[in-house]
């Protein structure tokens, strides 16, 4: 059974950053393709950023400029470091890994952490 374990959330003033990372277990890590999602109160869960199990790097356009994601397949862990933080970057914080080589849509991903809270104070 796939497990994550997420940390790193917490509360930041605006303009600050945070690294989130996410531990897997019950996978064979290396094969898959891990990614991060947000979901803030009454919105939908939206993408972030996707990383490939040959460690191909993609960001969405809205938050290219300031977050990065970065995998460890030795142990098993995806990060994801946010930078120049905004209030509307509030929200809960997902990660989740697909079976696929590479997936950036939320429908290609099997299995989803838990999520920890991120808030951004003005």
């Known amino acids: 059974q796939v497990h994550f374990v997420e940390s790193g959330g917490g509360s930041v003033q605006a303009g600050g950053s945070l690294r989130l990372s996410c531990t897997a277990s019950?996978?064979?890590?290396?094969?898959?393709?891990m990614g991060w999602f947000r979901q803030a109160p009454g919105n939908e869960r939206d993408f972030l950023a996707t990383?490939?199990?040959?460690?191909?790097?993609y960001v969405a356009d809205s938050v290219k400029d300031r977050f990065a994601i970065s995998r460890d397949n030795a142990r098993n862990m995806v990060h994801l470091q946010m930078n120049s933080l905004k209030p509307e970057d509030t929200a809960v914080y997902y990660c989740?890994?697909?079976?696929?080589?590479?997936?950036?849509?939320?429908?290609?991903?099997?299995?989803w952490g838990q999520g920890t809270q991120v808030t951004v104070s003005s």
């Open positions: 989740a890994a697909s079976r696929s080589f590479f997936a950036s849509t939320k429908g290609e991903f099997d299995s």
């Open positions: 019950g996978l064979t890590f290396s094969t898959y393709a």
């Open positions: 990383i490939g199990s040959n460690g191909t790097p």
